[in-house]
């Protein structure tokens, strides 16, 4: 039989948080954005449980399209950072792909494509730089782009910005960035994105002709401290089970390097999961995990298969208890602040070994 370990993805919350997410901006079409395998929670499972309600859905690059093409998704996909190689935009219309535009570079395939009635005008948006300094063109340029690619720049061309400080909502930078954008956009483009999830919550101003969801629609808060005006349910669930117990005495050490020695007399539980799961290395001593709802703490090192936890104070516990990593009772956030990480980060490296078990 195979181990217990395994990720619940909870469709039924994924259903939630996108109805959830769209009720802050009702006037909006909804990108819902799979890269990286939905951010680790299955991006055919994902985008089939919401390809009758989703606009359009979004991956960071082409290779990410294929798999929901093959699977009959025929929504329009979003490339987020645009064709890589010049031969790439000779799928847009096969694959019904919408490049985001971000260098000058790309600029000119496309609209030497549609100048030579190649392509359409549907199969692109552009992005602009507000302060994020990563990708996008520079709003300053505008005037002088939109002159020299005229079948880029028209009425209907999706013009996008990405906000660099929206999960901090005391910070008046993404109001900034969003007057910059508008004064240079409000009077030359309807059709414009500006919200991610953080911003679709908490700056109604972004929002606009499309926004992206992206982690609010797992679950998980965009925000460091869970600012979170709108109801989210958590849509992963990492799940493992005892496998060992043992009882050390004081001054005994766990795992490699002995780098927790017990103070008193302590029952250890050894959890079948570790670093080839996803579950990070770094996780220090301390971080929680519940066993059948009671907090249990790690002790020593994680190795490559295995968990140790310090359950001492935990009564009935036994060989085959179940354990949540993280997940609906304990919040995938609160483990990644213990780590030093953000839940992005848990959420999207659980590998590959971890079956998605998904449930409504």
Known sequence: MAR???????????????????????????????????YGNGALAVANCLRDEADMFAVAFLDEVFELREAGITQPILVLQGPHQEQECELSKVLNVVWMLHVEQQLNWINKRIANNELDESHHWVKFDTGMHRLGLMIED?????????????????????????????????SIAINKFMNVMSQRHDCLSIANSAANI?????????????????????????????????????????????????????????????KQTSVIATVAIGYADGYPRHAPIGTPALFEGKVGTLVGRVSMDMLTFDVTDIENIEIGTKVELWGKNLPINEVAKKIGTIGYELMTRISKRVPRKFVE
């Open 4 to 38: 217990y370990t395994h990720a619940s993805i909870d469709l039924g919350a994924l259903k939630h948080n996108f109805a959830a997410m769209s009720s802050c901006a009702p006037n909006s079409k909804q990108v819902v954005v799979v890269k990286a395998d939905a």
């Open 142 to 174: 505008y005037q002088q782009l939109a002159e020299a690619y005229p079948h880029i720049f028209h009425k209907n061309t999706v013009i996008a910005t990405h906000l660099a400080t929206a999960d901090e909502p005391d910070n008046n930078a993404s």
């Open 202 to 262: 908490c700056l109604p101003d972004s929002a606009k002709m499309w926004n992206r969801m992206g982690i609010s629609l797992y679950g998980s808060s965009p925000f460091e401290n869970n600012e979170v005006a709108v109801l989210l349910k958590p849509v992963m669930q990492l799940n493992s089970e005892v496998i060992a117990l043992r009882t050390i005495a004081a001054g005994e050490s766990v795992g490699y390097g002995a780098t927790w020695t017990a």
